[in-house]
C-alpha cells in the first residue's frame, strides 16, 4: 500500500508542475524566448550543478569500492538494453528526430525525483548505496551514451558531410560528474557556501524541465497525448523489457553463487522501471528531433508508472 500511495504522490506533484507550465503558456506569460533560455539554463548550468553535488553527498570512495559487483549488474542491464532499444530502432523503422528518444526511454530513468523519493519509502535510508549504484550508472549512461544517441539523431544534418564535434562527448552534465567524480576520489574538501550554492542552483532542474514539458504540451496541444506505435514499444522497454533484463542478470549470478541482498535487488529493479527522464523533450529540442514524441513518451510513462510500481513490488519478492 505504501508503495502505491507514494507513486500516486509522486505523480501528482509532477502532473501539477506540468500543468503549471502549461496553464502560464496558454496565458502568453511565457514567450518562445523563455523556452528557449530554460533549455540552455537547466543543460548547461542547473544539471551540471546538481550532478557535482549529489555525487558529493550520496558517495564515498568507500561506497564506490564496496558497490562493485553491483555496478556490474547494472552496467550488463544497461549494454543489453541500449543493444534491443537500437535493434528495435531499425525492425520498426523508427524515423529520425525519435530515435535517440526512443533509445533513451529504453535505458535511462528518472532516478532522482522519482526514484529516490520512492526508494526511501520503500526501502529506507538502509538501500541508499544500492540506489547509489543505479544513479551513478544512470547518469554516465544518460549523459555519456544517450546524449550521442540524441544528437547523433538530428534530422537536420546531413550525415555525409557533418563533421564530428568532439565537444559533443563531454556535454556538460557529463563534466560535471566527472569533476564531481575528481573531486571525490582525491578526497578534495568543497566549502559548505560552495556546495549549498550548487545544491540551490542544482535543485531547479525538475520543476524547470516540468514547466518546460507543459510548455511544449500547450503548444502541441492536448491531443497530442496518444498512444502510436512507437510510444507503446517505448513504454513496453521503460516497464517491461528493461526491468525484466535487470532480474534475468539478477537471477543468473544468484545461481551461479552470487550472494546478492534483497534490498540490492529489489532496489535495482525499482529503478530500472522509473519512468522517462523528464530533460527528454529539452535534449530532443536542442537536436531538432521529435519534442512532441519526447514530451507524450515522459508524460504517459509518469502517469503509468502508478500502476507499473505495485506489480513490480510483487515481482521482486520472487527475484
Not at 537547466?42 to 558517495?59: C, D, E, G, Q, R
Not at 541500449?82 to 532516478?111: C, D, E, Q, S
Not at 516540468?210 to 516497464?239: C, E, K, P, Q
Not at 525484466?244 to 552470487?258: D, P, Y
Amino acid at each position: 500500500m505504501t508503495a502505491f500511495v507514494t507513486s500516486i504522490e509522486s505523480v501528482v506533484e509532477i502532473i501539477l508542475v506540468i500543468a503549471l507550465g502549461f496553464y502560464l503558456r496558454k496565458k502568453n506569460k511565457f514567450d518562445d524566448q523563455f523556452k528557449t533560455s530554460i533549455s540552455f539554463l537547466i543543460m548547461n548550468i542547473a544539471l551540471p550543478a546538481s550532478i557535482f553535488s549529489s555525487v558529493l553527498k550520496y558517495l564515498t570512495r568507500e561506497k564506490l569500492i564496496g558497490l562493485s559487483s553491483g555496478l556490474l549488474y547494472a552496467s550488463g542491464s544497461f549494454i543489453i538494453g541500449y543493444i534491443i532499444a537500437w535493434v528495435l530502432t531499425k525492425l520498426l523503422h523508427v524515423r529520425p528526430g525519435r530515435r535517440g528518444t526512443f533509445i533513451n526511454m529504453f535505458v535511462n530513468a528518472n532516478t532522482i525525483f522519482i526514484g529516490l523519493p520512492l526508494n526511501l519509502a520503500l526501502f529506507g535510508e538502509a538501500s541508499m548505496p544500492y540506489f547509489l549504484i543505479y544513479y551513478v550508472l544512470n547518469t554516465v549512461s544518460t549523459w555519456a551514451i544517450g546524449v550521442f544517441f540524441i544528437t547523433n539523431d538530428d534530422p537536420t544534418k546531413d550525415k555525409s558531410t557533418a563533421k564530428f564535434n568532439w565537444r559533443k562527448l563531454l556535454p556538460a552534465p557529463l563534466v560535471g560528474f566527472l569533476v564531481a567524480l575528481v573531486f571525490l576520489l582525491l578526497a578534495i574538501p568543497v566549502p559548505n557556501w560552495v556546495n549549498s550554492t550548487l545544491t540551490m542552483v542544482g535543485g531547479i532542474v525538475t520543476p524547470m524541465s516540468l514547466i518546460y514539458i507543459g510548455i511544449v504540451l500547450a503548444d502541441a496541444g492536448l491531443a497530442s497525448i496518444h498512444f502510436d506505435r512507437d510510444t507503446i514499444w517505448a513504454l513496453l522497454g521503460r516497464f517491461i523489457f528493461t526491468p525484466a533484463v535487470m532480474i534475468g542478470i539478477l537471477m543468473l549470478a544468484t545461481h551461479g553463487g552470487a550472494q546478492i541482498p534483497n534490498l540490492e535487488s529489489s532496489t535495482l529493479i525499482i529503478q530500472a522501471a522509473a519512468p522517462g527522464l523528464a530533460v527528454l523533450p529539452i535534449l530532443a529540442g536542442q537536436a531538432h528531433g521529435d519534442v512532441e514524441y519526447a514530451t507524450n513518451v515522459v508524460t504517459t510513462s509518469t502517469v503509468l508508472f502508478v500502476v507499473v510500481v505495485p506489480i513490480l513490488m510483487q515481482l521482486v519478492q520472487l527475484v
